[in-house]
């Protein structure tokens, strides 16, 4: 069996699953955050109204929650929405709660590895399509809607259908200016953004070894937008480090057995990568960012679970040193540890220097909810993961997704460009 | 099962347009079916009739975890959605939730049925009939554990 399969038949107490099989997994975490967890609280109040019981939860030291979508209060619904979730927590005794203005808190995703909130050989689900990033620790990570998210903090398991798996190896190292953003705008280019449906992608080889803990992050993110029910990384050295300086040491890894199976094993040399930039309306519109070098930009966005880690930062940092930006450009860290740290490293006095805008962590102009939104016809370069229509603002604006390191060397042009082309 | 089609011939109808993020903040499902693919139709909400059908392409659903886009079709009314292929969150947020079929077909049976067609699906037989173009096409078979849970009401009602 491979590492995913392994985990599920763990999970479901089997000795033995293969893809398709249908099995009822055990959830070792579960997350909700400010737009899911209302989400579950309207389907609690739905059973409710049927005659179920609810007095407790299945396990409350298995649940985390996070505020990020619609925090700082965009308006007084998502106000009240903090304040229910808030209720939420204290009546089912949840411990764990990031909350926005006490402290550590961020975008759920980033949490889930800065706090060493899931670790590897688990079984994590949480009320969010981005859930599959957490994976890249080693774990099972697949995002589901409120109805499941509600049967699993009741009944503490969830029915999973045991996915075949795609197996990406990259071999060598990344070139310099080269991202795994580019790496998986590629993928996505390359076999679509249903490629991956119902299934996991999993990710190897010797570019992966040499890969930082976040940029491997990046491409488990974005393995939702091929479809993919999970994307996963086998634990390494460089994980165990990266846990353990978080407080964690205590957990049993899984590795895929010498003969597992793949569906299928995609190979790509890391020395044929070149900065990629996908196009409106679709993350599978991939283009090589030189071939855009005439479209003109009126924002740069430097923000999201995808986009804006530590390592997201200072690459965008390094463009950004000593340099003016040319459009409006938003640098958002994607957690308050992140935040601290970037301006611990003076990351934050160069995106201030150059004459971006640094704000809070949200997911709030990612999802064209609120907090810097894009007007008609405004064509924006993010550092996130989808541009569907009106995915980030009004449905006539565009959003070309990039790498930090092509979104800061277009904010300081005003046009798409790649970095290895900057002046 | 009977009713008429919207169909909206693409593929990959994500949840950005089904149901658009600023609306993510609103729990009342009545009032998220007003926003009901509000991203590609701003009609929708007016010409929608219970009982309607919606018929699209490949990787309907894609995107988001979001509840709301199921929960907006399902209160406008929507009884079923009939695609090419589904996304997987939507998929079983509509069945786990009971709020709306989702019905995969072939490409010739999508591309033969449109806009306003009267449809009557017998999901027991997987059949779909045509009753303005007098024709009969086969559905995919819901998966055992997917048609257990149709047939329950929901996941919460499922005993497994």
Known sequence: MNI????????????????????????????VHDVSGPGVIAVFEKLKKSGMKIEKLYNPEKVWVAEDHFVPAADKISA?????????????????????????????????????????????????????????????????GHTDVAYVLLNGKIWFKVPETLYFKLNGKMPDYVMAKDFILRIIGDIGTDGAAYKTMQF????ISEMSIEERLTLTNMTTEAGAKSGIIETDQKIRDYLAQRGATNYKEVRGDQDAQYAKVYEYEASELEPIV???????????????????????YIGSCTGAKLDDLRAAAKILKGRTV??????????????????DEGLVKIFMDAGAMVGPPTCGACCGAHMGVLAKDEVCISTTNRNFPGRMGHVDS?????SPLVAAASAVTGKITDPRDLK | MKGSVIKYERDNIDTDVILPGPYLKIHDYNELAKHAMEGIDKDFHKKVKPGDFIVAGRNFGCGSSREHAPIALAYSGIKAVVAISFARIFYRNAVDGAFLLPIEVDEDTYKDISEADQLEIETSKNEIRNLTKNKTYTMKPFPELIGKIIAAGGLFNYKP
């Open chain 1, 4 to 31: 995913t399969e392994k985990i599920l038949a763990n999970a479901s107490g089997k000795n033995r699953v293969s893809p398709d099989d249908v099995v009822f997994a055990n959830v070792d975490k579960v997350m």
């Open chain 1, 278 to 300: 996908a196009k409106p309306f679709s993350p599978e519109n991939v283009t090589v960012a030189r071939d855009l070098s005439s479209t003109t930009l009126d924002k740069a």
């Open chain 1, 204 to 207: 190897g080889g010797g570019g």
């Open chain 1, 80 to 144: 009240q929405n903090v304040v229910l979730l808030t209720q939420f927590v204290k009546d089912y005794g949840i411990r764990k709660h990031f909350k926005y203005g006490m402290g550590q808190y961020g975008i759920c995703h980033t949490l889930s590895h800065e706090e060493a909130m899931v670790l590897p050989g688990e079984v994590y689900v949480g009320g969010d399509s981005h859930t599959n990033t957490t994976g890249a620790l080693g774990a099972f990570a697949a995002g589901l």
């Open chain 1, 326 to 343: 040319k459009i409006r450009t938003e640098v958002l860290p994607a957690a308050i540890s992140i935040f601290r740290k970037a301006m």
């Open chain 1, 398 to 402: 565009k959003t070309y997704l990039a």
